[in-house]
């Protein structure tokens, strides 16, 4: 079976230090990879996602940077962090090109709180 | 492009109560639509899924859903609510068309608050 692990769980970082934010994959190959942000009383946006190694596509433009260094490793960066990049970072995949149709499987997120 | 509204922030209901979440989607193409639940800081669990099998879908926790195309919509229901149901429900579209990268697109959020 497949499982997806985030961490750290929970992160309080000051303003304008850097961040990661790492995501892992188990049990299947090539994964779309994403990357979303939840913040209060809002829904998901979606930030990142990846269809392979080194394969990145932004869907946001911020201050925040993803790397897919691994197949199945997701990683979410930033040099300086924002107070705005305060939120719920959720990570999630789904299978490769027309499998699965289209559903995608969510980790337990990283509760990111800047100061 | 595609969008989702969710009706209504906040739902509240007694236990064992009809439970109905309304979803509303726009899609320039035939939609794959979901609906998802969010415990406090967890992730989101799929609880079902339409992908133009069977407008009336049924998921887990004993939540169904139906595809009305005339409408637009993709409420979810379940016919008696339990306090374990309270929790965070999200609806989600996409044009998954098999390639590409494609991300889900979410509405808002509907807290579902279950009333002793």
């Known amino acids: 079976s497949q499982t997806i692990h985030q961490w750290p769980a929970t992160l309080v970082q000051p303003v304008g230090s850097p961040l990661s934010l790492e995501c892992t994959v188990e049990?299947?190959?090539?994964?779309?990879l994403y990357w979303y942000r939840q913040a209060a009383g809002r829904g998901l946006q979606l930030l990142f996602y990846?269809?392979?190694?080194?394969?990145i596509s932004s869907e946001v433009p911020q201050n925040l940077s993803a790397s897919r260094p691994q197949d199945r490793q997701f990683i979410l960066s930033s040099k300086k962090l924002l107070l705005s990049d305060s939120g719920f970072y959720l990570c999630?995949?789904?299978?490769?090109?027309?499998?699965?149709?289209?559903?995608?499987?969510f980790g337990p997120g990283t509760r990111l709180t800047v100061l | 492009a595609q969008s989702v509204t969710q009706l209504g922030s906040h739902v509240s209901v007694s236990e064992g109560a009809l439970v109905l979440l309304r979803c509303n989607y726009s899609?320039?193409?035939?939609?794959?639509l979901f609906w998802y639940v969010q415990y406090p800081n967890q992730g989101l669990q799929l609880l079902l899924k339409?992908?133009?099998?069977?407008?009336l879908v049924k998921g887990i926790n004993g939540f169904e859903a139906e595809f009305k195309k005339s409408e637009t919509s993709f409420h979810l229901t379940k016919p008696s609510a339990h306090m374990s149901d309270a929790a965070e429900y999200f609806c989600?579209?996409?044009?998954?068309?098999?390639?590409?990268?494609?991300?889900?697109?979410f509405g808002k959020g509907t807290h579902l608050i279950i009333q002793p």
């Open positions: 999630a995949w789904r299978y490769p090109g027309s499998a699965g149709l289209g559903e995608q499987f």
């Open positions: 049990g299947t190959s090539n994964p779309n």
């Open positions: 990846s269809v392979g190694i080194g394969q």
């Open positions: 899609s320039s193409v035939p939609p794959y």
């Open positions: 339409y992908t133009s099998a069977a407008t």
């Open positions: 989600a579209v996409s044009d998954f068309s098999g390639g590409g990268a494609d991300g889900l697109t």
